[in-house]
């Protein structure tokens, strides 16, 4: 069974930073799509940040440019993505999402995580004012 499961997520003040990672256990990272997603309350789901394995790209909303990064331990099969300067419109329910067998960031464009996989539950991040 495939599980990813995130964590790191709280409240933090704009400003300040966190780190959110996602475990896998049932499915290996490499060669694979990976990708943060966030969801704000009334708002639709989109892309964050997405990794591909097989060819190294990586894909950042505009909106998190220079902000966030995302990164991988190969060893541990965990996603981070370190948050800077967290502004509160980032303020969202955070998940991390794989597709196997996949290369390229395309499921990070608007309307297009539907093709991902495997999700996390997701974790909360709010950023005060």
């Known amino acids: 069974e495939v599980q990813l499961v995130e964590s790191g997520g709280g409240l933090v003040q704009a400003g300040g930073s966190l780190r959110l990672s996602c475990a896998a256990s049932g499915f290996s990272f490499d060669d694979s799509a990976i990708g943060w997603f966030r969801q704000a309350p009334g708002k639709e789901r989109e892309g964050v940040s997405c990794?591909?394995?097989?060819?190294?790209?990586?894909y950042y909303a505009d909106s998190v440019k220079g902000r966030f990064t995302v990164s991988r331990d190969n060893a541990k099969n965990t996603v981070y993505l370190q948050m800077n300067s967290l502004k509160p419109e980032d303020t969202a329910v955070y998940y991390c999402?794989?597709?196997?067998?996949?290369?390229?960031?395309?499921?990070?464009?608007?309307?297009?995580?539907?093709?991902?996989?495997?999700w996390g539950k997701g974790t909360l991040v709010t950023v005060s004012s």
């Open positions: 990794m591909s394995t097989r060819d190294g790209s990586i």
């Open positions: 999402a794989a597709r196997g067998g996949y290369s390229g960031t395309y499921y990070c464009l608007p309307q297009r995580h539907y093709g991902m996989d495997y």
